[in-house]
């Protein structure tokens, strides 16, 4: 029957056509989704920033003072000391070092604002691009994808006062711009996580991984609770188990060289812990991952529903349990995050059209009715000092504009501008003696200084005024503070630094105290057990003119009238010190600087013991010349060799997939 051919072979092609059709539009959809969130990118984000934002707002000063360290000191070193701040503290040995080194090192190329600048513009690009590669690779189709897609995008623009870090928010207004770079790292990773369980190729999502953990910690924390799920899920396919286990075992190897010194030495990491999570957000995120695990049907999505179940109990047992001094709100934007693609993944398919079309509404309301603020704050002209501050002087500037503008931007642009050293700063979880920098400078101005992720001591703080006035001296003593920059009266200042919104700052000369001192008493020995407290306690007292602390027995040495001591040598970053001590005998001699495993001393060649010594500096006996170096440790050299055979291992394992294919 020729009729009856042709009339099916006729539906066919229209059916081919309806199908056409139908695909096109859908791929025109994606086409304007992707259209439109460039080009919101481009024009009322990214230009703005790069022409006109003057990096002021909070963290910002500190990130690009970062760079600039390990441009101009560090490089081609990754980690090493630096003593512009806490009496010296170890640049990126607690904080993960990937956006300071990319880049310093895009900065030998370009100036170091725009290098930054660039290094932002590149991680917003990539967020999107990463959200949409994240839902491809979870089996949404096109269309699907790019809508997943513009939905995560417009819940970057939620929380307008909240700096949970990840929204544009934290972004713009707190400076948390590695948080941008590190989610976008991170939902590249989600998507090759769940394509190396289908392909068994394990060495891409490696990378990434390791990637994440040398960029930001919480978002390293939850690509591990990710890879955790992933395992739980797994268990009971030995293929699948193996490949994820490769995954785990090759990201610990490539981030060896900074995960392995972090946990080594990771008594010196000074933090408190910021809870800022409420029960209310705990409770409901809760019940909402508790229903996913019980709607979902989606076998592929599972692990990640169970990653968030972990995420869960791990913020409940850390905030009301644990105690553990983390930023718990950093993770609340995953939970988020992840509502789009969840939706899709739990919802029937029959209704994803009425999905589809509420995600699109509310994303553009929610895009259009939020502003954000790229431009930043305006500019603020900090005065070239006219004095000559030694190396080894530090001033100590407070309370740094905390009433009008972010408090770290005189902190860091003054330090930069003049290259000198200074004693607060943005990494204050660096420095054991960042507590006690804290203290001082709410001693100076009450209730008006900037503190965050450190223990301050508000209960044994004096109020006392003379009582204040009588111990300031010697505790700008140990930390050799001959300078100060602050708000005061000022008929006895040196010279106006700033002004700015009607908020006066000058430059103060207070004495000539030295980076090292021969000690003429005797340290006192306490117990090592709540040693923090102890030296809190000493530090806010009258005992701190009298005497300093250790943990230890120590030798039995005193200091003469006759001693003296002089600095024959000191090196840029201050990790080298040569002292000649003139005495008939070996004196004790405080270092003010921070304490850390790395220091070395030696006494005319030969290796001495360091004590600690209150709060934490180093205290050496001995005389002639002697040498403080600042060397690797076993957990560098140990993470050393194991970055390198985890690279070995890259090689071979790309090489073997390449001669495969």
């Not at 096109?24 to 984000?45: E, K, M, P």
């Not at 970057?156 to 700096?163: G, R």
């Not at 106006?496 to 000539?512: C, V």
């Not at 985890?646 to 394992?653: A, K, R, T």
């Amino acid at each position: 029957m020729p009729e009856l051919k042709e009339i099916t072979a006729i539906l066919r092609q229209e059916r081919t056509i309806k199908i056409l059709n139908k695909e096109f539009s859908y791929d025109f959809v994606s086409l304007l989704i992707f259209a439109f969130i460039f080009t919101y990118l481009l024009i009322i984000i990214i230009l703005p920033f790069v022409l006109y934002n003057n990096l002021v707002n909070w963290d910002l000063p500190g990130q690009m003072f970062s760079s600039w360290y390990q441009k101009e000191y560090l490089f081609p070193h990754i980690t090493g000391w630096n003593p512009f701040y806490f009496a010296g503290y170890p640049q990126n040995q607690f904080y993960p070092p990937l956006w300071s080194c990319v880049t310093a090192l895009i900065s030998f190329i370009i100036p170091l604002v725009a290098a930054f600048k660039l290094m932002f513009s590149l991680s917003l690009i990539l967020l999107p691009i990463s959200f949409y590669f994240f839902a491809r690779k979870f089996h949404l189709s096109r269309i699907s994808s790019s809508i997943t897609m513009l939905g995560m995008f417009s819940i970057l623009f939620l929380f307008p006062n909240k700096y949970y870090g990840g929204n544009f928010a934290s972004t713009f207004h707190a400076g948390l711009i590695v948080h941008m770079l590190a989610l976008a790292l991170f939902f590249f990773y989600l998507g090759t996580l769940n394509k190396s369980i289908e392909t068994k190729r394990f060495v891409a999502t490696s990378i990434l991984l390791a990637l994440i953990i040398l960029t930001h910690i919480i978002v390293g924390i939850f690509s591990i609770i990710i890879l955790a799920g992933f395992l739980i899920y797994n268990l009971k396919n030995k293929e699948k188990f193996l490949t994820l286990i490769k995954i785990s075992i090759l990201s610990f190897l490539l981030s060896s060289f900074w995960t392995i010194p972090f946990i080594g030495k990771i008594a010196f990491l000074s933090s408190s812990p910021i809870i800022a999570v409420s029960k209310t957000f705990i409770i409901v995120s809760s019940i909402i991952v508790l229903l996913s695990l019980i709607l979902n049907k989606n076998k592929e999505y599972s692990p990640i529903i169970i990653s968030l179940a972990i995420l869960s109990i791990l913020m409940i047992l850390s905030i009301y349990i644990l105690k553990i001094p983390i930023h718990n709100y950093r993770f609340i934007m995953f939970f988020y995050l992840l509502i789009p693609i969840t939706l899709f993944k739990i919802i029937p398919q029959k209704f994803w059209q009425i999905l589809a079309i509420i995600i699109l509404i509310s994303s553009l309301l929610i895009i259009f009715s939020n502003k954000i603020n790229p431009i930043g704050e305006e500019n603020i002209n900090i005065q070239k000092l006219n004095y000559t501050i030694s190396p080894t002087e530090r001033i100590l500037i407070t309370p740094s504009l905390e009433k009008s503008i972010a408090p770290h931007v005189l902190q860091h642009y003054l330090v930069m501008n003049n290259d000198i050293k200074s004693l607060k700063g943005l990494f204050i979880e660096s420095s054991k003696n960042g507590r006690f920098i804290f203290d001082l400078d709410e001693e100076l101005i009450p209730r008006e200084s900037s503190f965050w992720g450190a223990p301050v001591d508000w209960n044994i703080i004096p109020r006392n005024k003379s009582f204040i006035i009588d111990i300031l001296p010697a505790q700008f003593n140990l930390f050799a503070i001959n300078w100060i920059v602050g708000p005061i009266n000022p008929t006895n200042s040196s010279q106006k630094i700033i002004d700015f919104q009607n908020n006066a700052y000058y430059l103060y000369h207070l004495s000539n105290f030295s980076l090292v001192e021969i000690l003429n008493s005797k340290p006192t020995q306490i117990t090592s057990d709540n040693w923090d407290d102890k030296v809190a306690t000493w530090f806010l007292s009258k005992e701190v003119k009298e005497t300093i602390l250790v943990d230890e027995k120590v030798p039995e040495y005193l200091g003469k009238p006759n001693d003296s001591i002089e600095i024959l040598n000191i090196s840029k970053r201050q990790d080298y010190l040569k002292l000649q001590v003139n005495s008939s005998d070996k004196v004790p001699i405080l270092v003010k600087i921070s304490y850390f495993p790395n220091w070395k001393a030696y006494e005319n060649g030969k290796e001495i013991k360091i004590y600690k010594a209150s709060p934490y500096l180093m205290l050496v006996y001995g005389t002639g010349i002697i040498e403080l170096k600042y060397k690797s440790t076993f957990w560098d050299i140990l993470g050393n060799l194991l970055t390198i055979l985890g690279l070995i291992s890259l090689f071979y394992f790309t090489y073997k997939t390449k001669k495969e294919n």
